[in-house]
């Protein structure tokens, strides 16, 4: 049996995790299930699933779900706050940590979870954004396994020939035979809306993602596109590639994954119907193969796979994304950071959509990054950009 811990285990990711598992009793074992606030699907998800471990990062939610648990399972036990998160990442007996907490949160318990030594199933890409050049050290030091979840880098990974990436991305890209990494994207709700009448987008409508159904932050951030120049960012990293040799092509239908481009004109791609159970399963089964529950791709029905070039002054987030990458060191903690602070202020109201990318601007133009040596260089530009972030907000 595979020890798994599920961080954010009732987020979108975290329920298809636990679907996927569903069907593969026999081989998982359900260790430590997580959560911020949410006590009544923690709970239920804890009757189900029996594990030995339950989280609550607040601290009165964690004694809220104690409270309904102690009559029903009074064996499991419920931990509270961010050292809660990281205890049950470094577990003995768990084997694989699904991080799919969303933002910057997920940090520390996923490094945790990669210093030591588990197969981290990375959804949280934030985290690597965030600290990409610690983490893949830990990574590589501890012989953890660092296998993505998003599925245009599980597509990249299918794609990419195996002595390329092992869970711990080494060589070069160009001694592989590889030109390109090619990120496609659906465009999100936007791609097409008048551009002129952007600023007037509610949440709801930047929430609408046509292809995919995923939470609140990473909705915005799709029709933004500030999620693809993440994306970018965690690609560089996790396939050891310079932004420069990572693309991005928009392509509606949300079909090709991404694909990889090789010397000979060879482009590998990997199909599927968009369903975050096929990456799920294909990190959790890797090497091997299991089922996912995903119905088989009809490309008949398909009929037509569309590409166009990305609009980066209909998507300024994607420029701001490259150059914080291209700057290199805290820049990409500082990009994260005021976007995080901007779609939540966005998401409550506070803030045109319009406004995000030039919140983010600013806090990048009046901060500049710094080289990372240690952890706490990080969490501190993490923190100042926040600070300046949310003045910025308030002064629009
Ligand atoms: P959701 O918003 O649906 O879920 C987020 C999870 O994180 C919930 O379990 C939530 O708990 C928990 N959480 C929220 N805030 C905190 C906090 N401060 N501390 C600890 N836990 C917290 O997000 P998604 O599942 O959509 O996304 C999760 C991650 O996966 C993101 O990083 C996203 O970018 C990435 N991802 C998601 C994809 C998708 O299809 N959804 C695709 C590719 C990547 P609670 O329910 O109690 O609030
Ligand atoms: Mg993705």
């Known amino acids: 049996m595979t020890g798994i811990t599920i961080l954010g285990a009732t987020g979108t990711i975290g329920l298809n995790t636990l679907d996927v598992i569903s069907q593969h009793r026999d081989r998982f074992q359900v260790v430590a299930l997580t959560a911020h606030e949410n006590v009544e699907r923690l709970y239920q998800q804890c009757l189900t699933w029996r594990p030995r471990y339950a989280v609550m990062v607040k601290t009165d939610a964690a004694e809220q779900l104690q409270a309904k648990l102690k009559s029903v399972a009074p064996e499991i036990e419920v931990l509270s706050g961010t050292e809660g998160l990281i205890t049950v990442a470094k577990l003995p007996e768990v084997d694989m940590v699904m991080a799919a907490i969303v933002g910057a949160a997920g940090l520390l318990p996923t490094l945790a979870a990669a210093e030591a030594g588990k197969r981290v199933l990375l959804a949280n890409k934030e985290a690597l954004v965030m600290s990409g050049a610690l983490f893949m050290a830990a990574v590589q030091q501890q012989g953890a396994e660092l296998l993505p979840i ?233 923190a100042k950009a926040r600070l300046l972030a949310t003045e910025i907000v308030a002064q629009h």
């Open 150 to 382: 998003d599925s245009e880098h599980n597509a990249v990974f299918q794609c990419l020939p195996p002595a390329k990436f092992d869970g711990q991305a080494v060589s070069e890209l160009a001694s592989q035979g590889i030109r390109r990494i090619l990120l496609t994207a659906s465009g999100g709700p936007f791609r097409t809306y008048p551009i002129d009448a952007l600023h007037d987008v509610t949440p709801d409508q930047a929430c609408a993602h046509p292809n995919w159904k995923m939470g609140r932050k990473i909705s915005v951030d799709s029709a933004t596109m500030m999620n693809k120049g993440l994306e970018v960012i965690e690609a560089c990293w996790l396939f050891n590639a310079s932004p420069q040799q990572v693309d991005v092509v928009l392509h509606p239908q949300s079909v090709i994954h991404s694909m990889v481009e090789y010397v000979d004109g060879s482009v590998l791609a990997q199909l599927g119907n968009p369903d975050m159970r096929t990456p799920i399963a294909y990190a959790l089964a890797w090497p091997e193969r299991m089922s996912a529950g995903v119905s088989p791709l009809d490309l008949v029905q398909t009929a037509k796979l569309e590409f166009e070039a990305a609009d980066w002054q209909r998507f300024p987030c994607l420029r701001l994304a490259y150059e914080a990458m291209a700057a290199g060191g805290t820049s990409t903690t500082i990009l994260n950071a005021a976007n995080e602070i901007a779609v939540a202020a966005f998401l409550d109201g506070q803030l045109k959509f319009t406004a995000i990318p030039d919140v983010i601007e600013r806090t990048l133009s009046q901060l500049t990054g710094r080289p990372v040596v240690q952890l706490e260089t990080i969490l501190e530009d993490d």
